[in-house]
């Protein structure tokens, strides 16, 4: 079979089989096919598109293309979420200790940060003595024993995938349905879990600028997955602002903690009281109603909470820092920013506060990029709230004293302030199942 024919047919708006999808693939990753032909076909797909016949084949290809996960052990139990990428969404440190106080099994695999997003792996880090780095038999009995583990994503998994996204990075091609849809869900479908929540994140700091655009692609992922033999269903949330008050890796995991002992309500319980809620639904065989009640009993009676300091715990974290922030990374700088005039926060630019907090050095522009845990930004204020001129809006952290100025102007570039009370989504848009 040769590449040029695979290209040719896909340009002219044809339909791939399944050999010449896994010809390519094992081609690529096996160095057969060089870039330029793989870039060529990646164009030719940008613009042609593929069947959902295709997209599910292209993604089980990758899926294969290196080392996969086996949960089957946990039967229908095991679960996990994907979320598209926010600013200040520490969902996972939430979601996940709440589905393993109920039973479910959470063996997950995550990412680090990249610009103004931020990754669970670097959350993770921030707690002192946290091991991100686990091998695949300790994954696997941690998440026997207590019921979750969340490791790093392993350098072997979806190869495919990683070579295919550089690619797709330098040569215009991310925003294809099909190979956004293909890209994501080859990399759950290795990590093994039978059920799958995907948080699809629209608004000013989400990949997926627009409502439409963000259906489209949930829609996509949930066919595709289902295609391939699991379960799945997507959110879409809100992402107009930052989730929660906290935007920063230590500061993060502060927040999530304090959520799951009950002292926070509002957009970010909300979040993930749905995602958790789609997650048991899925993986407990409970209705959506069950599935919710039982998941606030998890907050309300503790034992989520104590599920998170067991994970902690069993990944040689320090768990002291749970129960009081102050003893998680400190900064040794910080500045409160006042409010330049009165009225009502109309908008949060979520990226660019995304960027702010990149700029006190909690997050990275480039991979190698190493992370200040302590810097971010806690916000005292959030949109549709009423401020009076000079009262506090958010308060930076840093360790580089320097980064201060240009992160405040960054910080105040993103809020804008009107007189009228704005109207803004709701944080859970829809759901897709
Ligand atoms: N995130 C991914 O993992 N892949 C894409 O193609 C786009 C966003």
Redesign the pocket.
Known sequence: MRMYDIIKKKRDGGVLTSAEIEAFIEGYVGGEIPDYQASALMMAIYFRSMTDEETALLTDAMARSGETVDLSRFGNLSVDKHS?GGVGDKTTLIVAPILASLGARVAKMTGRGLGHTGGTADKLESIKGFRTSLSVEEFISQTEKIGIAVTAQSGNLTPA?KML?SL?DVTAT?DSIP??TS??MS?KLAAGSKNIVLDVKTGSGA?MKTEEDAKILAENMVRIGKKCGRNVSALITNMDRPLGFAVGNALEVAEAAKVLRGEQKGDLYEVCVALATEMAALSLRLSPEDAKQAVIKAIADGSAYKKMKDWISAQGGDTACIDDASLLPQASFKKTVYAPCEGFIEKMDAEAIGTAVVMLGGGRLKKEDTIDYAAGIILNKKTGDYIKSGEQLCVLYTNNEASLVSAEAKYLEAVSFSQREPVFRPEIIEIVR
Do not use: A, N
């Open positions: 598209t995938d996204y797709r991310v190979l956004i890209s994501i990399k990949f």
